[in-house]
Structures are given as C-alpha cells and as structure tokens.
C-alpha cells in the first residue's frame, strides 16, 4: 500500500506537511528525528490523516492535488481537524 499522509507540527499548530509514503510508521518516525530537511525545525509531528492507496502513481496524484490550490481547500475543509 502507498499512503499519502497529513502531519500537523505539536509546537507550531500552523505548520502542515503533505507527504507519500509506503511505510508510514518509520517515515513518521523520520519527520520527528529531524530526518527530513522541511519538516526538522518543527518537530514533533503528529500525523493528522493518512489515505491508502493501492498504487503509487494513484497516491502520487492524490498528493499533487492535495497540494494544489483547490486541494489545499478541500483539505482543510474535510481532513484537517
């Protein structure tokens, strides 16, 4: 499974990060080890949402879009807490 996931930073409420993934348990665990150049200086993150997908280019497309303008608004709309 590919997931594509939403991480919310515990110590600046207004840092969100939008990633893929095909182990979402060690790359949550990277982000908070300050493995990932974008996300280190807002460690911790909890992970907010992910979607699963059977492949990745389904994934990769659902990231892209998230991303995009009207994905940014569909997302906090419907899956930002």
């Known amino acids: 499974m590919h997931y594509v996931y939403l991480l919310q930073s515990q110590t600046h409420p207004n840092q969100r990060y939008i990633g893929l993934t095909s182990d979402l348990k060690s790359r949550l665990q990277k982000h908070n080890e300050g493995g990932s150049p974008h996300t280190s ?36 709309k419907r899956l930002w807490p």
């Open 41 to 76: 200086q807002y460690r911790p993150w909890s992970l907010q949402t992910y979607v699963a997908f059977q492949t990745r280019p389904q994934a990769a497309a659902f990231e892209s879009y998230l991303k995009s303008a009207s994905g940014r608004a569909f997302a906090n």
